[in-house]
């Protein structure tokens, strides 16, 4: 999970309230979502433009005591907020906010959890070498500690919380992120699958199908603040894992497969109407996809360093765009980097997300193609089979006529303001790889494509990354 955080620092900025950047009071396009508290207004502007809390997550992540609107009314006792100070609004969160983030969720053991002593991950025993079972057994540790459940008042009493309700246990990222993150899980999943915990697996799985059935797509995670982006669509991927696994009877998959293709459909249909892009190549246009951020303000959980990202630019519409391109970059899982920079070397507040066309956004749909044709075939429904297959070999030509480097034998994303390919490798690049992208007119995973894309230099740069990533990795382990 990439979050750190490669801001530049700016000066605080408070200004009169006629000029507060997203302290409106009502909630018109682009506000994050329709919480007057936790995702725009003046009590949150002013919570965290007055640096209350080391982390701007903390506060939209508090639960209320009270009613918003008994909230909302006692912030308004305060006067105007241009001259509240820090220690009234102290006494306010004290009275209407509850102390922790915490105070809506369990710690729960994984119902399906064993220690490695007690039979838990079974492959440990199969580990020849000593430093690698210690670093195995301490990764599997952890789900002991990471595994939550939700209190039914965020279920009874959702506008007190930003924590949105979900029906079945899940594991969390850990540290200041609270909740369950969309593509991080698929890696979680696999990892519940090694350890044998198929039941947590497959109620995270769910979960994500009762997002989908709420909100339409699956948000970044269970926040109020993150509906209005997604992030990589990796809920046909975390299906496919798990009925892949070794354990799984025949017929709990189809069940699963059932349970999840209504969503899954209605997931790529977001992707292709509300994050597609027209890219012209070589005269041809192709439907590919890009990241959006789907608002026009401060990102509540980052909102006091957007608001010092954007304190230097005075255009409305450039800062609008400035703040969708952060949620976008956030929408990705990249965030942040410089791929997502007006150019490598740029500041930070040059960033257009939703300019660029990635790589690794249209192999992870080709491959979301690909599968829901698959599982639509264990249904018997060839029709819709045959038609996500195309779908998915569609993608993979134009990733192929849009991405790929000859020269360079690797693909690059694309840059809608250039009209061309970007310079610069990262190793999202491989992801077609990843997702199997086999197309009409090029077989990526056939020998002799394998062989060029193994004399690319970017490849050498992915081995020698490779084997200092896990170096670091076993040395925190042994």
Same mark, same amino acid.
């Given at each position: 999970?990439?979050?750190?955080?490669?801001r530049?620092?700016?000066? #605080? #900025?408070?200004?009169?309230?006629? !000029?507060?950047?997203?302290?409106?009071?009502?909630?018109?396009d682009g506000?994050?979502?329709?919480?007057?508290?936790f995702c725009?207004?003046?009590?949150?502007?002013?919570?965290?433009t007055?640096?209350?809390f080391?982390?701007?997550?903390?506060?939209?992540d508090l639960?209320?005591?009270?009613?918003?609107?008994?909230?909302?009314?006692?912030?308004a006792?305060?006067?105007?907020?241009?001259?509240?100070?820090?220690?009234?609004?102290?006494?306010?969160?004290?009275s209407?906010f509850?102390s922790?983030?915490?105070?809506?969720?369990v710690?729960?053991k994984?119902?399906?959890?064993?220690?490695?002593?007690d039979?838990?991950l079974?492959?440990?025993?199969?580990i020849?070498?000593?430093?690698?079972?210690?670093?195995?057994?301490?990764?599997?540790?952890?789900w002991?500690?990471?595994? +939550?459940?939700i209190?039914?008042?965020?279920?009874?009493n959702p506008?007190?919380?930003?924590?949105?309700?979900?029906? !079945?246990?899940f594991i969390?990222?850990?540290?200041?992120?609270?909740?369950?993150?969309?593509w991080?899980?698929?890696?979680?999943?696999?990892?519940?699958?090694?350890?044998?915990?198929?039941?947590?697996?497959?109620g995270?799985?769910?979960?994500?199908?009762?997002l989908?059935?709420?909100i339409?797509h699956?948000?970044n995670?269970n926040?109020?603040?993150?509906?209005?982006?997604?992030?990589?669509?990796f809920?046909?991927?975390?299906v496919?894992?798990?009925?892949?696994h070794?354990?799984?009877?025949?017929e709990d998959?189809?069940r699963l497969?059932?349970?999840?293709?209504p969503?899954?459909?209605?997931?790529? !249909?977001?992707?292709?109407?509300?994050r597609?892009?027209?890219?012209?190549?070589?005269?041809?246009?192709?439907?590919?996809?890009?990241?959006?951020?789907?608002?026009?303000?401060?990102?509540?959980e980052?909102? +006091?360093?957007?608001?010092?990202t954007?304190?230097?630019?005075t255009?409305?519409?450039?800062r609008?765009?400035?703040?969708?391109?952060l949620?976008?970059g956030a929408?990705?899982?990249?965030?942040?980097?410089?791929r997502?920079?007006d150019?490598?070397?740029?500041?930070f507040?040059?960033?257009?997300?939703?300019?660029?066309?990635?790589?690794?956004?249209?192999?992870i749909?080709?491959?979301?193609?690909?599968l829901?044709?698959?599982?639509?075939q264990?249904t018997?429904?060839?029709?819709e089979?045959?038609?996500?297959?195309?779908?998915?070999?569609?993608?993979?030509?134009?990733?192929?006529?849009v991405?790929w480097?000859?020269?360079?034998?690797?693909?690059?994303?694309f840059?809608?303001?250039?009209?061309?390919q970007r310079?610069?490798f990262y190793l999202?690049?491989?992801?077609?790889?990843f997702?199997r992208c086999?197309?009409?007119?090029?077989?990526i995973?056939?020998?002799?494509?394998? !062989?060029?894309?193994l004399?690319?230099p970017d490849?050498?740069?992915?081995?020698?990354?490779g084997l200092?990533?896990?170096?670091?990795?076993?040395?925190?382990?042994c």
């Open positions: 999970m990439t979050r750190a955080c490669l530049p620092f700016l000066g #605080m #900025m408070i200004c009169s309230i006629a !000029n507060l950047v997203g302290a409106q009071d009502t909630d018109p506000m994050p979502c329709d919480s007057p508290i725009y207004g003046s009590l949150l502007h002013t919570v965290q007055l640096k209350l080391p982390d701007s997550k903390w506060f939209v639960p209320l005591k009270v009613p918003p609107a008994v909230a909302l009314a006692e912030f006792k305060l006067g105007p907020i241009e001259g509240i100070s820090a220690d009234q609004m102290r006494i306010f969160l004290n209407t509850l922790s983030p915490e105070n809506n969720m710690v729960r994984p119902i399906d959890y064993k220690s490695v002593s039979g838990g079974s492959l440990h025993q199969h020849a070498e000593a430093k690698y079972q210690v670093m195995a057994e301490a990764i599997h540790e952890k002991e500690s990471l595994g +939550r459940t209190i039914d008042d965020v279920r009874d506008d007190q919380h930003s924590l949105i309700y979900l029906p !079945n246990p969390i990222p850990g540290g200041r992120f609270r909740e369950i993150y969309y991080d899980s698929f890696w979680v999943i696999q990892g519940l699958l090694v350890s044998g915990m198929t039941e947590t697996a497959r995270m799985i769910l979960n994500f199908v009762h989908i059935d709420l339409g699956i948000p995670g926040r109020v603040y993150y509906e209005k982006r997604s992030q990589p669509p809920l046909a991927m975390m496919d894992a798990y009925i892949k070794p354990s799984m009877p025949a998959s189809r497969i059932l349970e999840c293709l969503a899954l459909v209605k997931e790529h !249909n977001f992707w292709m109407t509300e597609a892009a027209v890219v012209t190549r070589d005269g041809k246009d192709y439907v590919l996809n890009l990241y959006k951020g789907g608002i026009t303000e401060p990102r509540p980052s909102y +006091r360093e957007d608001f010092e954007a304190a230097n630019v255009d409305d519409k450039q609008e765009q400035l703040y969708a391109d949620g976008a929408e990705s899982g990249w965030d942040f980097s410089s997502w920079m150019t490598a070397t740029s500041p507040n040059s960033i257009r997300t939703e300019t660029i066309v990635p790589v690794d956004l249209n192999a749909l080709c491959a979301q193609e690909r829901i044709g698959e599982f639509y264990t018997g429904n060839s029709a089979s045959d038609r996500f297959a195309n779908l998915a070999r569609q993608r993979a030509d134009a990733i192929q006529a991405f480097n000859e020269e360079k034998a690797m693909w690059r994303d840059d809608l303001k250039r009209s061309g310079e610069e999202s690049h491989i992801a077609p790889l997702a086999r197309g009409s007119t090029v077989d995973m056939s020998t002799s494509f394998m !062989n060029k894309l004399n690319s490849v050498i740069v992915l081995f020698v990354i200092f990533v896990l170096r670091d990795l076993v040395s925190q382990f």
